[in-house]
């Protein structure tokens, strides 16, 4: 694995190009080049441009095309990509039980409420072994990396305690070495409260900020911190205190908000300067208008809408309104067990009023910068990681159109080919 490879003929490269998110109208802007062509050494990305174009410089230096892996795309689209910008795939046990309570008529609420839900996951968490961790962690990569996924966000949440909540992250940080998939971890210590401080959110946010979030920060375990900012688990008092003392400590921020009822988590995060907020079915028409001004990626996740049977996002008053908009898996073992990118293309597309260009932007370039990673990936740009994916198909155009299906034919994680459908 050297890290060179010449891609040429694309039908369509789909660049996204930028270094920002894509806010508003921006995000209907692909920045397609036709029969192009991209060139990747050592993991970087070093011309871009019409295949005539990219050839001639690449003869120029004098190289040969013998010396150097060649894809021909001709016929195929090629994309920066997949960045999956909000899952939480590290964890112990399945919930398919509660998938069954759920097609009964048990709302996500009712189910955690009688000690299910997010607390069944973290008693199977805080059993399972690293070595357990690591083996389920890998399945979910290898599954993310068959629909195009080059880098994913990861969150810890299913400990809530101090030796759990540091073995999710220490997980990640092994599987970050181990795995194409770049991982990017965040703290989630916050994302219920634990059997052992029921009733008493306030002394588990203090437990989760003077004896968990330090040691996150000083073994640099993770670079964001979350909370679930919900009605029945963490007021926006408790999330502006945890992510306060985060932010002052250096992590930057990001928000589980205005998930099941509007709460005033968007706002929270356009006060806190908080990367992305994350979810916001509910949020208000002032919080996307604070989200835009503030320029905190609005993270919005159709999979858990879809499988909890909640209203969607307000994605098209939030992209008319001038936000930037980034789509995510959620993948989790509760409200949304899905890897699927095709999946959220659909769902996005079809109910969502997401046109396919803005639903691209927002899977690439702004799914990178819900992880304020934009200047180094989300699009095939000089000097960007060489993570692109070459569909089996002519057009980006092909990816909602073909429902559910992955369209994913090769997936080249910093110019080396990781995954290919046709071996
Ligand atoms: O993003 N909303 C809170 N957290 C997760 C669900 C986690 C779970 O059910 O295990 C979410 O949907
Ligand atoms: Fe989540």
Not at 67 to 96: C, E, M, Q, W
Not at 152 to 171: P, R
Not at 295 to 322: C, H, Q, W
Not at 325 to 345: H, Q
Request: proline share 3%; aromatic share 6%; hydrophobic share 40%.
């Amino acid at each position: 694995m050297n890290g060179n490879i010449l891609i040429k003929n694309a039908s369509e490269l789909v660049t996204c190009s930028g270094v920002t998110a894509k806010q508003g109208k921006e995000m209907a802007d692909l920045c397609i080049i036709t029969d192009g062509a991209v060139l990747i050494r050592d993991g970087i990305i070093i011309s871009v441009g019409k295949t005539h174009e990219v050839l001639e410089l690449f003869h120029e230096t004098g190289a040969d095309e013998a010396d150097i892996p060649v894809i021909n795309a001709r016929g195929k689209a090629v994309l920066p990509g997949f960045v999956d910008s909000h899952t939480h795939f590290v964890f112990g046990g399945y919930r398919a039980e509660e998938f069954s309570w759920r097609l009964r008529g048990d709302t996500y609420m009712d189910i955690m409420k009688r000690g299910g839900g997010i607390l069944s996951t973290v008693a199977a968490t805080r059993k399972a072994s690293q070595a357990e961790l690591k083996e389920a962690g890998i399945r979910s990569l290898d599954s993310m990396l068959s629909f195009g996924v080059t880098t994913v966000e990861g969150k810890s949440g299913y400990g809530l305690d101090h030796d759990t909540e540091i073995k999710q992250l220490e997980v990640m940080k092994e599987l970050d070495k181990l795995h194409p998939v770049d991982i990017v971890s965040t703290f989630l210590g916050a994302h219920a409260v634990p059997g052992e401080y029921k009733g008493r959110p306030d002394e588990f946010i203090g437990n989760m900020t003077e004896t968990v979030l330090p040691e996150v920060v000083q073994r640099n375990l993770a670079e964001f911190c979350d909370i679930f900012c919900e009605k029945n688990v963490f007021s926006t008092e408790q999330s502006r205190k945890l992510l306060g003392e985060a932010k002052r400590l250096g992590l930057k921020l990001k928000i589980h908000a205005d998930e099941i009822v509007p709460l005033g988590g968007a706002e929270l995060a356009a006060e806190l300067g908080a990367v992305s907020a994350d979810h916001l079915l509910q949020a208000s028409d002032k919080g996307i208008r604070d989200m835009a001004r503030a320029g905190v990626v609005a993270a919005l996740l159709p999979g858990t809408a879809f499988s909890l049977k909640e209203p969607y996002a307000r994605a098209r008053y939030m992209i008319d309104n001038g936000c930037a908009v980034a789509l995510a898996t959620d993948m989790n073992p509760g409200s949304c067990f899905t890897e699927s990118v095709p999946l959220i293309f659909a769902l996005a597309t079809l109910y969502m009023g997401i046109t396919t260009e803005e639903a691209v932007t927002a899977l690439t370039i702004n799914g990178a910068a819900a992880l304020d990673r934009a200047d180094s990936i989300g699009s095939i740009d000089l000097g960007k990681k060489g993570d692109v994916i070459i569909l089996e198909f002519p057009s980006y155009k092909y990816i909602p159109y073909h429902i559910g299906v992955s369209t994913v034919e090769k997936v080249i994680k910093e110019g080396n080919l990781v995954f290919d459908r046709k071996l």
